[in-house]
């Protein structure tokens, strides 16, 4: 039940305690079945948790998802998804945090909408953020607290011998900054919304699922769209489409260009930041996602 994607992500993310996790990972799941009177079906692709649809007793078609208790993220997607009150995301159905079990309303059809040609698929975004972003619970932390990846990373590299463009991090730490204190509303975020993270469904046409849960500027949220899906895949007509997604934006959410463009480029840094946390002095690097491209085309556009 454990693939070798999940026990690469988790020990890499969690170290001893996500390997602790994993080991009793079959144990969590019968317990929590019975507790809950579900039966859990075939997991989707795993990747940080284990996630598997599930049938509740009165049949019910449900998402059971388990994650390392204390260091995972559960925490937070707890809270934004009873915020979020099923508009524009599934609903949350019960939730153990120190067990690290959430139960899901499953998203039917379910398809992502990295399967959903563009511009529908940019439109999908569109119309999960117009409801997402309402008053966020105190608990969920101010998308500011990213920018400390940022000084961790100069603070590491200070003299520009580190794997990534000096002027990228050096930019984006600064921009992230200017961005969050002219924010022009404070509201609930989604936090990771990519094309596998909004599903098709029948209550609404699409439902967002897997929120990371931050406070802050709505514009914040374009940002890993520019990038994905197939953030890995560097091909460069995968790049090209950013001008037209972020005019699309710009265009169905009335928010300053601008600010799109600045914040498609801080939130594509932050990935390359957060991936080279891992990287060993001495390892080659060559950029490893497509994050890179769009921030290396969105710097030319900055003011
Ligand atoms: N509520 C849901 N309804 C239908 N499918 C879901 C639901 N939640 C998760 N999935 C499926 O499981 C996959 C992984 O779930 P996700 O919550 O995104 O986990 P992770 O945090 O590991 O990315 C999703 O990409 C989707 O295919
Ligand atoms: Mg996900």
Request: proline residues 10%; charged residues 20%.
């Amino acid at each position: 039940m454990i693939t070798a994607a999940l026990r690469q992500n988790v020990t890499a993310t969690w170290g001893e305690e996500g390997a602790r996790w994993l080991e009793r990972l079959p144990e969590t799941l019968s317990e929590i079945s019975a507790l809950w009177d579900l039966v859990p079906g075939e997991p989707f692709d795993l990747s940080y948790h284990y996630v598997a649809p599930a049938t509740l007793a009165d049949g019910t078609p449900a998402v059971l998802k388990l994650g390392v208790p204390s260091a995972g993220s559960l925490a937070e997607e707890a809270p934004a998804l009873t915020a979020f009150a099923g508009r524009g995301a599934v609903r949350l159905l019960r939730a153990d945090l120190p067990r690290g079990a959430l139960l899901l309303e499953r998203a039917l059809p379910g398809r992502r909408a990295r399967d959903v040609p563009e511009p529908a698929a940019t439109s999908a975004a569109v119309a999960v953020m117009r409801v997402l972003h309402v008053p966020s619970p105190p608990v969920l932390p101010d998308v500011l607290v990213q920018a400390r990846a940022f000084d961790a990373y100069l603070a590491r590299f200070p003299d520009a011998d580190g794997p990534l463009p000096h002027a990228h991090v050096t930019t984006a730490a600064g921009l992230m900054r200017e961005l969050c204190a002219s924010s022009p509303s404070r509201v609930l975020l989604h936090g990771d919304l990519h094309h596998d993270n909004i599903l098709e469904a029948s209550r609404s046409p699409w439902l967002a699922i897997d929120p990371h849960g931050l406070t802050g500027d709505p514009a914040y949220e374009i940002g890993s769209w520019l990038f994905n899906p197939t953030p890995a895949n560097r091909d460069p007509s995968l790049t090209a489409l950013v001008p037209s997604r972020l005019e699309q934006f710009a265009a169905e959410l009335g928010y300053p260009l601008e600010r799109l463009v600045a914040w498609g480029f801080v939130k594509s840094v932050l990935s390359d930041v957060w991936t080279a946390e891992s990287w060993v002095r001495g390892a080659t690097w060559s950029p490893v996602s497509r994050a890179h491209d769009v921030a290396s085309l969105l710097l030319a556009q900055l003011p």
